[in-house]
Nanobody, 119 residues
Framework: QVQLMESGGGSVQPGGSLRLSCAAS????????MGWYRQAPGKQRELVAR???????NYADSVKGRFTISRGNAKNTVYLEMNSLKPEDTAVYYC?????????????WGQGTQVTVSS
């Protein structure tokens, strides 16, 4: 069974930085795209950033220039470097991955990690 384990959330003042990490584990044949989504209270889950296996990235307009997504050398990890954080970045952040396992290709989600930006 595949699991996505996130870490790195927390509380920070406006203008601060945080780095989120996500590692995929289990019997994995291949990992395609990986990404980060977020969900604020009362709002729908939205894409924050995504990276393909080839390294192509895309970002939500609201985080462009402030957030950077990257993948680790082992390709089973994904990071989100968040700088110049704003109160509106407060949300639960979820790791997402498109993974091929025995039996097919599926989308997996992490359990979520809270990011709070407040003075």
């Amino acid at each position: 069974q595949v699991q996505l384990m996130e870490s790195g959330g927390g509380s920070v003042q406006p203008g601060g930085s945080l780095r989120l990490s996500c590692a995929a584990s289990g019997i994995i044949i291949n990992i395609y795209g990986m990404g980060w989504y977020r969900q604020a209270p009362g709002k729908q889950r939205e894409l924050v950033a995504r990276i393909t296996s080839g390294g192509s990235t895309n970002y939500a307009d609201s985080v462009k220039g402030r957030f950077t997504i990257s993948r680790g050398n082992a390709k089973n990890t994904v990071y989100l470097e968040m700088n110049s954080l704003k109160p509106e970045d407060t949300a639960v952040y979820y790791c997402n991955a498109d993974i091929r396992v025995v039996g097919g290709r599926h989308e997996y989600w992490g359990q979520g990690t809270q990011v709070t930006v407040s003075s």
